[in-house]
């Protein structure tokens, strides 16, 4: 979550410098430019790359989020299961015989004690 939000945090912060730059630059008595090695043409995809990669983070930080509260349920609805020694499972090769015929199987055994 940390992740998502200092991504979040800082690409936005990108997205408006490169937003209020290109804003600035169709005023002419503008000449402080903040990004001298980029175009005024190039400033837009630029702009949207920024974003793009906000919203993938905000998107990101929300699935998270969501993925933790199905996992909290999960174990909500689990904190009662008997996981205790005296359930098992044992899993053995078994070797099974059909009108004169040999196999090589698994068999798998649960014992509830």
Known sequence: MAAS????????KQY????TERK???DPNYTAQLYPNYSSELLFPVQENYRKR????????LLVYLLNVVDANVEGHLIHFDASDKLSINVLPKLNYQNYNASLGLGLTLDFK
């Open 5 to 12: 939000v200092y991504f979040t945090i800082q690409n936005n």
């Open 16 to 19: 408006q410098l490169f937003y």
């Open 54 to 61: 906000r919203d993938y983070s905000i998107i990101g930080g």
């Open 24 to 26: 600035n630059r169709l």
